[in-house]
Every structure is written in C-alpha cells, then in structure tokens.
C-alpha cells in the first residue's frame, strides 16, 4: 500500500509541474466526449432528416398523383357533358384530338353503354364490339347512388395492352338519367415515374393505393407481385380514418426496417406511402462516424504529440534563459520578423529599440535614426503629424488613462498606418505600426456597397432609412421638421421593354442626375427600387411644406423634360408623394406608408404631379380595402352582373355581335363604376376569378341570342398567368352548349407585355379551339402592329380616342392605313366609342364596316337587348 500511496504521489507531482501534460488529460477526454456525443447527435439528426425527407416525398408524392387524377378528371367532366349534349354525333376520338383532352398522362378515354358495351374510344379501336360489362369500374360506377369519381384497381387493357389505372364517372344525358361509364385510363408507369426523382436510396419504396387499399401503382419493389393485390399491411392499422401516419415498418424477414410515411388524399380516394430503408437513413451517419473516429483519433494522436513538442520545448527555453546572449538574439530575431513596424520608448521619451519595418513606414534613413534619441528629435523630419509636441502630450495623457490606446495617421501621399501603443510597466510605451492603406480601401468599397446604388450612385434603400432614423432622432431632440419625398416614374415600362434593359439604365442614371440636380448638399436621395426614387429633405430657412412641395414641383417638371438614350427620344414622367415630419408621422412605416398613400393619389390623378399628405388618404386607403372585401363577397355570392353592349354593321343596323361587360350594384352603396372595381380587383388579385365568372355567364347568355351574333369577353393579362385559361374556355362552352364560333376573345397589348412566348403559345391553344380573338384598345400600345404579324387576329377594335379626332386629317391618314393593313392581313374592324352619326358618316367613308359606343346603346343587361340597330329600326318605321 505504502509502495503504491508514493507510485500516486510521484504521478500527482509530475502532472503538477508540468503544464502540458495537465492540458493533455484535459483535452483527451473532451476529444471522446465529443467524438460519441456528435456520432450519436448525427443518428437522430438522420432519423429527423429522414422523417422530414418522407414528409416532403409523399406530400410531392400526393401532389403530384392528384395533379394528373384532377386533369383526368376534369376531361372526365368535359366529355360526359359534351356527350350529354349530342351522343348520336358526338366522336370520342375526333374532339379529343381537337382538344387535346387525350394527351399526357392519359393513355386512353372510353364510353361503355348501359349495356356494358364500349361505344367509342380514342384508342381508335376497330373490331368487333367489346364487352366491358364484367369490368370492376364499370360495376362499381353503375352501382353508386350519387356522383363521384371512381378509381379502380389496374387491368391489363384489351386495346391498349397496357397495366392502367381506371378513373371512371357515370354519364347522364340532359335529362341526368343514367347513361353509360366514361372511363379515363391512366398508365401505371406514369405514376411511378416519380420515383426517379423522389431520391429515396437504396430500398425506397412508393406506393399508391386506392380507397379499398388495393395497390395501384408501386416502385422500389417487385410490382409484377403486388400491382392489384390487397397484401396485408400495417397502412390501414396505423393510418386509420386519419389522413397522415408515420411508423417504421421492423422485424420484417430477410429485409431492413423501413420508415414509412402514409398519407390519405383529401381530393380522391387515393393513399400514398414511401418507404425509406433504415440502411440509407443511417449510411450518411456511418460514414461520418468513421470520419470522426479517425478525426479523434488524430486529435489524439496531434495532443499527444504536441504534448511532448512542447515539454522539450519548454526544457530548451529554460536553458536557453539562463544564455543572455541568446536572450537577445532570439529579440533580434523577433523585432526583424514581425510583419508590422515595431518601436519602443522609456519613460524619458527615449529610443530603446525598433525594426526596419518601422523605418521603412515612415521614411526615416536608418543612418539617421540611433538608439537613445528623443521622440521629437526622432520625428522632426516627417510630414504625417505637423505638430509632434501636441501629438506626444495627446499620447501620454491617454496611457495614462488605459493600458492599450490606438490611433491613426494619414500621410499626404494617402497612406494611412494604423498605430497601437501598450504602456510599459518601467515608464514609456511599446509600439506596433502597420500599413492599413489598401484594408481600409476595401473596407471604404464595400461600406459604399452596403449604402448606395451601384447603378446611380444614390444611396439605395438600407442607407436611405438610417438617414430617416437619423433625422427622427434630431427631430426628437431639436424638434426641426423634415420631409420624404417618394418618387414613381411614369411610362418607364414601356420604355424599357421598348429600348431594352441597356436603354432603360441609362435613363435612370440620368433621371438620378436630374435629381441631384434639384437638391441640396444637406438632402439625401435615394433609388430604393426598379424605377422608385425617394428624397430626404433637410430642415432649411423657408417652411417645410413650402419648401418641400417647391421641391416636388421642380423634379416633376425636370424629370418630364425630354431624355437622349443611344439616339432615341424620349420622353415620361414623375408621380411624387410627400410626407411631412413630424405632421405625418413619427415612425419610419408611418412616413413611407403616409408618402406612398399620397404617390398612389398622384398616380390615380393623371400622373406627372404630385401630392401631399392627408387624412383624406388613409380613409380612401381604407375604404379601398373595405371595397375589396366586399368585391370578394360579392364575386362569392355571384351578384356581380353582366351587360351587354352591341356591335352594329353599319351599313345595315345588324347587330353582329356582343361585348360582356362586368356591372356591379352595391347593395348600400349603388352603382359602382368597372374602373373603379375592376382596378380593386386586379390588386387584390380577384380579376381570375371574376373573369371566369364573366365567362361562363356569358356563354349562358349567349345561347338564348340569335345564332348569328357572337358573344365577345375580355381577358385580363392575369388570367393568362394565374390560371389554365384553355381548360376554363373548354369548360365554360361544354357547360353552356355555345359553338365554338360563337365565343370571341378580347385581350389588350398587356397579354403581351405580361409573357409574350408564353401567352403566345396560350392564344394559339385557344385560336385552336375555334373560338375568335380580337385585339382590344388598338393603336395605342407602343407594339400593336408587331403583335398583328406575330399572332392572327380576326379582329381588331380601334381605340376611342382615335374616333373622337376622326375630323383631323392626320387621324384620318392614321386611319386609312389601319384600314388597308386589316384588308391585307382579312382582318375585321371595329371602331369602338362611336357616339355621333357624324362619325358613322366619316367612318364608312374610310371602309370600316362595323361600329359600337353610346350612339347605338349602352352596355344593358340581356333582357334590354334590341336585335335590331338604330339604322334598322328607322328604315323599319319608314317603311
């Protein structure tokens, strides 16, 4: 005992004095701690990823799955109610081919009759009459008391001779008895193509069930066994009635764990699983974990070793402290080494040592320059600090104050040395110079990065809003007033898509001249967006308000002066709102909210103007939302109504055709005009669903009109990006029973501006379902004519404003030319807002056949519609 009590001891001791071995157990231990802390970390960070990669997977999965059921589906719909119109004539084949419906993810459509018997078929199949009775979804679908959808479990098809999956709905005819099945098949492989890229690994699985969870689709496993079976399962136990499970799937024979995650769709009676193997979950970790060993291991190995580096370093510095002059080789060694200057003074204010770094910094000839010199003396000849006597007072007064100082000289070359003084116990102080020119260079770029536009070299918006920050803090304690100025230019659109992005820069670069311009030094603007501007402007010597909407009135009239960009001229404007602080707020949101209500009046009273705050604003602000509320009950409710207002052949009074026009009738609040809540519409982001409802009313309508007279609806740039504007056509007609021919199509330059390859593509979809499009507001846009030759119209509408000016002679040339180009192109004219019989006369003069404004009617509801035009009815009551 006593032999192993001193073994302790001697170890104790040793561990004691020697400083490295004590850092070595410290650390050791740490290294594994951490080691199996992270390995274990990394486990449950992989069951966490895998559980959140399952989630992600099947919610894809699903949406992806019910993608392609909702647009079979709706082809479903479609076909049943174009069937149900005409079934003796109606071609299964001949108007899917025109309507693409049987394309995609379909592999076939069929309509089975009561009998059992197929009818028609896009398979284009040809043989003896097929018997389809016996089919699992044509029972099923016979059977159901209601009206739903209903997926089957895949057959092999006796046409197609393909594994597909059955979506079948019952067929009525207009009566709604029951008139057969029609039945989309979708391919099994177009389901599991999401496998490819779901990246569930090694033993991922995907599997879709129907209702009954019956396997209709499966990947990561032998389908051929599965496809069409009810295996036993554990998806029915833990999903239950619910719409979401997660489990692991263990102990399963010969294979590895499975995470499962189980969804139920919500739209169809469908149920989604993926599977990923509890292999490819952890393979990530294993690796990491064999990274981390060998990490620690190597960590404990580099302990070790620099351990002992360091244990017989620190025997050689002890040995080399008792050597004075290898003490002041080792110094020398030192000052020649360190990459900044170095020099050092005693209390006297005398040179004890140096390098010639710190010559070199600053100038000083090393011949000149001794050890024992005073620091005045030392410094007499340099050009950074004229006054070197006040300099030296400032420095010791500050060691005086704290140990560690700093400071910062600039030379009149441009060098700049950054100086850091640590004081000495014994009196003086230490030095440490280093050449900051290029770090404080670069630091002063990215500083003007951060703050200002690299475009216009305004301050962009993060500086601009600490310069507000900075005056509601001197408002607070001076209380000087100050103004925000927010700044819209007009018409730059059009220019930029006109010009291009290069054109458009140069622009703004010299609309923000023009603004330095106009302002002074102690004023702040700013680019805080695209083609928004805003100005900060300073308390000054006249009033606020004065002073800030003189302001205002100059940028508007210099910024509408006439601009050159690469030889073309042009022209816009400037629409500004402001603000006044602190009479309108006292906040930075409130400010820009107040400044940005006013630049919204601006813009609603013609542009090219500005406008000051008020609280007549924020209660039109207000009452816009309240509008949109309301807009959106009403579109719900379906009150929005439809009138009509006619096209009139001029030569004969015909009406030929009809324009729908939204009308609104508030309950409280009466008429409200279409430009107002069309604009609500459009930026509450009700225009799609209000011009679908237009739409499908209209094509109602339209089948109580004379056969002869088309229904023409106007189509907002939205519509085309919002929704899948062919499909909604598609079913608006099939729904109304309205020929094709009879639907027109008006859209504006904006469908163009909007998207153009894109709409593009969308308008020869639509043109291919045989319904006419006509070019709205013609002649007004910057690109109608280039539209004409990219798309074939039918018919274009001229503008009014060219009808109000048909006297001028230019116009007419204008008009003649517009006249001629139709003719060439076979299109049809019409001139919009005719309100004379002096226009009718000049118009038919110049060709254009048909017109339409408030000389004819005005827009009316359907009832108040006259087939016959003014002219008909005088020559009638002539007659």
Not at 352 to 370: H, K, M, S, T, V
Not at 470 to 496: C, G, H, I, T, W
Not at 671 to 692: C, K, M, Q, R, T
Request: one cysteine or more.
């Amino acid at each position: 005992m006593m032999m192993l009590a001193r073994s302790i001891r001697r170890v104790a001791l040793t561990i004691l004095r020697n400083a490295p071995l004590q850092v070595a157990l410290f650390f050791l231990p740490l290294v594994w701690i951490g080691y199996f802390a992270i390995t274990s970390s990394e486990r449950a960070d992989a069951i966490e990823q895998a559980r959140s990669h399952g989630d992600s997977v099947a919610e894809l999965f699903e949406e992806n799955t019910e993608r392609i059921f909702e647009r079979v589906d709706q082809s479903l719909l479609v076909v049943r109610a174009l069937y149900a119109q005409d079934p003796l004539t109606f071609s299964l084949k001949s108007w899917s081919d025109k309507a693409r419906i049987a394309t995609g993810d379909v592999v076939q459509f069929a309509l089975i009759g009561l009998d059992g018997y197929m009818l028609d078929t896009t398979a284009g199949y040809s043989g003896p009459p097929l018997y389809l009775g016996d089919r699992e979804h044509f029972i099923n679908v016979m059977a159901q008391a209601d009206d739903r959808l209903y997926v089957a479990k895949p057959v092999l098809g006796r046409v197609s001779h393909q594994w597909t999956i059955q979506l079948a709905r019952k067929v009525f005819d207009l009566a709604r008895n029951p008139a057969g099945v029609v039945v989309g098949s979708i391919s099994v492989d177009v389901i599991g193509r999401f496998y490819e890229t779901a990246k569930l690994g090694a033993g991922g699985t995907l599997v879709l069930r129907n209702a009954n969870h019956v396997v209709l689709a499966a990947r990561g496993m032998d389908q051929g066994s599965v496809l069409g079976q009810r295996a036993p399962n554990r998806v029915e136990g833990e999903l239950g009635d619910g719409f979401y499970a997660q489990y692991w799937n263990e102990n399963r024979p010969n294979r590895s764990d499975r995470l499962i995650t189980a969804r139920r769709s919500r739209a169809f009676p469908l149920i989604f699983t993926v599977g990923i193997s509890e292999q490819e979950i952890y393979s990530r970790a294993a690796f990491r974990q064999k990274v981390y060993f060998g990490g620690a291991l190597l960590l404990t190995f580099i302990i070790l070793a620099a351990t002992t580096f360091h244990w017989r370093r620190q025997q050689a510095l002890d040995r080399a402290h008792r050597e004075l002059h290898d003490f002041a080789s080792k110094f020398e060694d030192a000052l020649r080494n360190l990459p900044q200057g170095l020099s050092m003074f005693d209390g006297r204010d005398r040179l004890i040592a140096f390098n010639r770094q710190w010559l070199e910094l600053y100038g000083l000839i090393p011949e000149d320059i001794r050890i024992g010199m005073d620091f005045r003396e030392v410094f007499a000849k340099q050009t950074a600090v004229l006054d070197v006597e006040a300099y030296l007072v400032d420095l010791k007064n500050r060691l005086a104050q704290s140990e560690q100082i700093s400071n910062t000289v600039q030379f009149p070359d441009g060098r700049v040395v950054y100086i850091s003084y640590g004081r000495r116990e014994g009196g003086g102080w230490v030095a440490t110079h280093e050449d900051i020119t290029e770090r404080k260079a670069s630091a002063d770029r990215i500083e003007r990065l951060a703050h200002y536009d690299s475009l216009t070299g305004l301050a962009n918006r993060n500086l601009f809003k600490e310069r507000i920050d900075a005056a509601l803090a001197r408002s607070r304690r001076l209380e000087p007033a100050f103004a925000v100025l927010l700044l819209d230019l007009d018409k730059f659109k059009s220019v930029n898509d006109a010009l291009g992005h290069q054109c458009g820069d140069a622009l703004l670069k010299q609309v923000a001249d023009r603004i330095k311009s106009q302002i002074r030094d102690a004023d702040t603007a700013a680019r805080i967006g695209g083609d928004e501007f805003a100005v900060i402007v300073a308390p000054g010597r006249a009033a606020m308000r004065d002073g800030a909407a003189s302001l205002a009135a100059r940028l508007v009239q210099a910024i509408a002066e006439p601009y050159h960009i690469d030889g073309h001229p042009v022209v816009i404007g400037c629409s500004i709102g402001l603000a006044l602080v602190p009479e309108h707020g006292t906040r930075v949101d409130e400010i820009l909210r107040n400044a940005d209500l006013a630049l919204y009046r601006s813009k609603n009273a013609g542009r090219s103007c500005f406008h000051v705050y008020s609280a007549e604003l924020k209660a039109e602000a207000d009452q816009r939302n309240v509008l949109e509320i309301e807009l959106r009950e009403a579109i719900w409710r379906e009150e929005i109504e439809v009138f009509y207002q006619p096209v009139i052949e001029l030569g004969t009074g015909r009406v030929k055709s009809v324009e729908a026009l939204a009308r609104w009738h508030h309950g409280t609040k009466g008429y409200i005009p279409p430009a107002e809540f069309i604009a609500v519409a459009e930026a509450g982001g009700l225009i799609v669903e209000l011009g679908n409802q237009v739409l499908a009313r209209a094509c109602r309508d339209a089948t109580s009109m004379p056969a002869d007279v088309k229904v023409a609806v106007n189509l907002s740039a939205l519509q085309f990006a919002g929704t899948n504007l062919v499909d909604t056509v598609t079913f608006a007609l099939a729904q109304s029973g309205l020929p094709q021919t009879r639907l027109e199509l008006e859209i504006t330059e904006s469908v163009f501006l909007a998207d153009t390859e894109e709409n593009l593509k969308t308008l020869q979809r639509l043109k291919a379902l045989g319904v006419s499009i006509a070019l709205d507001d013609f002649g007004v846009g910057y690109s109608s004519l280039s539209y004409l030759t990219a798309f074939p119209f039918d018919k274009v509408k001229i503008d009014k404003s060219f009808i109000d000016r048909v006297d001028r002679s230019e116009t007419v040339a204008v008009l003649k030319s517009i006249v001629q180009l139709a003719k060439t192109l076979k299109l049809s004219i019409v001139a919009e807002g005719v309100e004379s019989s002096e226009q009718v006369r000049r118009l038919q003069s110049l060709g254009i056949p048909l017109g339409q404004g408030f000389h004819f009617s005005k827009p009316v509801p359907l009832a108040g519609l006259s087939w016959q035009g003014p002219a008909a009815r005088r020559k009638r009551r002539a007659a």
